[in-house]
């Protein structure tokens, strides 16, 4: 059992940034995808960013793409996922999820991950 655990979740003004990372106990990434999605209250959760922890391969949402970026830290075993120019749209609930993979591919549904971490906040104000 993989257990995910997301942190650096908070408050930030619009055009600000975080960094949220993903860390996993118990689990060292290796032939895994590792996934950021992102939920608001009444909507379906949606992808944002992914990686191919050993192709490094990656994929974004429209939305994320040139703002955002997903990368791996070998030395600490965590995904991170730098958020710039945040908008009061990023608002949600913020999900790491993974999946063991042994081809290069970059997951994008929801369904295609096993392991889901607990989420962290991330609020942008207008």
């Known amino acids: 059992q993989v257990h995910l655990v997301e942190s650096g979740g908070g408050l930030v003004q619009t055009g600000g940034s975080l960094m949220l990372s993903c860390a996993a106990s118990?689990?060292?990434?290796?032939?895994?995808?590792v996934g950021w999605f992102r939920q608001t209250p009444g909507k379906e959760r949606e992808f944002v960013a992914a990686?191919?922890?050993?192709?490094?391969?990656?994929s974004y949402s429209v939305s994320a793409e040139g703002r955002f970026t997903i990368a791996r830290d070998t030395a600490k075993n965590t995904v991170t996922l730098q958020m710039n120019s945040l908008k009061p749209e990023d608002t949600a609930v913020y999900y790491c999820?993974?999946?063991?993979?042994?081809?290069?591919?970059?997951?994008?549904?929801?369904?295609?991950?096993?392991?889901w971490g607990q989420g962290t906040q991330v609020t942008v104000s207008s």
């Open positions: 118990g689990h060292t990434f290796n032939r895994d995808a």
């Open positions: 990686i191919n922890w050993s192709f490094g391969s990656t």
């Open positions: 999820a993974a999946r063991t993979t042994y081809s290069v591919s970059v997951p994008r549904l929801r369904r295609e991950y096993q392991f």
